[in-house]
């Protein structure tokens, strides 16, 4: 039940995420539902199962998106790792809660992203610039983005290049052909697949190596903490909870032949003590227990 | 622990000594079939005694008194020996077992 919501609620989420009205709410800004998704169930499930919902996550979100196969589940396995260590001691029902915990992930999220896109020098993506369009051979309106037709060194090699012509712009491209003026505004989104590039291609597969290692890794832990030690840490933590009472039970009845009962029992109290609780046995109290 | 005085009961420290090492957090009887009034009484000064409580046990009556005793045996706390013999079949110090010392 509670994961049929899940999933619906991040299918939704990616659905919404890769409409086009949505690729960038403005430049520079990147909306991310499906981090909500992440960050509400890390608050309300438990331990392994937010870890493994984020990793899910980001891995749909990865292969709906064309960034490099990992980082959103890297970032994401992180947010709500983090999200669910801080919200155990903190009443979760309350909204402010939730939503600082939002603005906490979406700055765990992006600075893993920031530092996983550092360390291994790729090219920031989903980020939009404003830079100068020299010319544009088709007509664009203010509803729609179009492709342009241009080259900009400046821009990274993953990137599909759109145009959004401001209105004042747009008169002048009524006329085809003509150049457009520097307040156009050029915003790049990522390509459904990143272009053939040397360069690219290795520093992705080496991304892509380090994250299944250490992913490896997390699974062979697991598999040792669980099947190999399960066994020894479900005693041990049973050994934690659990302190056996022993109850006494009745003894039978002893009846002679005609049904008169010759030994019976009865309710009787005794006085118990349990003897770490006891009070210190000093010799002055031994002799006067005596 | 002079208010022990006043319950008019002893507890002999040798019979806590070795629980103090090895199973100290198991209940230890003190006495058995607990007068009324004396119940009652620690029921009331309950504080007074840290580590001692009162537990409501079956216990043997024999309506006919000595009838027959030989034949039906009384109960007795288990012995050193008889539970070297019988710990595997989950007797514990402190239990309660048929005796005939016939």
Not at chain 1, 29 to 56: I, N, P, Q
Not at chain 1, 108 to 120: C, G, Q, Y
Not at chain 1, 147 to 174: E, F, H, L
Not at chain 2, 82 to 102: I, M
């Amino acid at each position: 039940m509670f994961s049929a919501v899940y999933v619906t609620a991040v299918l939704l989420a990616l659905l919404a995420q890769t409409s086009p009205l949505l690729f960038t709410v403005g430049p520079g800004l990147r909306l991310d539902l499906t981090l909500m998704v992440v960050v509400y169930f890390s608050l309300f499930w438990g331990w392994k199962r937010a870890l493994v919902l984020g990793f899910l996550t980001g891995l749909g979100q990865d292969a709906l998106s064309s960034e490099v196969l990992g980082l959103s589940a890297l970032s994401k396995t992180l947010t709500a790792f983090v999200v669910h260590t801080l919200s155990r001691h903190v009443q979760v029902q309350s909204l402010i809660v939730q939503v600082l915990f939002t603005c906490l992930a979406v700055a765990v999220d992006t600075l893993a992203r920031l530092v996983v896109l550092m360390v291994f020098q790729l090219p920031m993506l989903g980020v939009a610039h404003r830079v100068a369009v020299r010319s544009c051979n088709r007509p664009c309106s203010v509803s729609c983005w179009r492709r342009a037709s241009i080259t900009d060194s400046r821009a990274p090699c993953s990137m599909a290049i759109y145009v959004r012509t401001k209105a004042r712009a747009m008169a002048r491209y009524s006329s085809p052909g003509e150049p457009g003026t520097c307040d156009d505004e050029v915003i790049y989104i990522q390509r459904p697949l990143p272009p053939y590039d040397d360069g690219f291609r290795r520093r992705l597969w080496g991304l892509i190596t380090v994250v299944l290692i250490s992913l490896c890794l997390l699974l062979g832990r697991t598999w040792q903490l669980q099947v190999l030690q399960g066994e020894y840490f479900l005693r041990l933590s049973e050994q934690n909870r659990l302190r056996s009472l022993r109850t006494k039970s009745l003894r039978g009845k002893i009846l002679d032949r005609h049904g008169y009962v010759l030994a019976d029992n009865r309710a009787a109290y005794t006085l118990m003590a349990i003897p770490v609780d006891l009070p210190r046995v000093t010799n002055s109290c031994r002799s006067c227990g005596r | 622990m002079p208010l022990l005085r006043t319950l008019n009961i002893d507890i002999d420290p040798e019979t806590l000594r070795p629980r103090r090492r090895a199973a100290a957090l198991k209940p230890v009887p003190i006495q058995r079939d607990f007068p009324r009034d004396q119940v009652a009484y620690f029921a009331e000064h309950r504080m007074d005694f840290p580590g001692m409580f009162i537990e409501v046990e079956p216990l043997r009556t024999y309506p006919y008194s000595t009838l027959a005793a030989h034949l039906l045996g009384y109960l007795g706390e288990i012995s050193e020996v008889q539970l070297q013999h019988s710990k595997d079949l989950g007797y514990y110090p402190g239990d309660l077992v048929g005796t005939v010392r016939a």
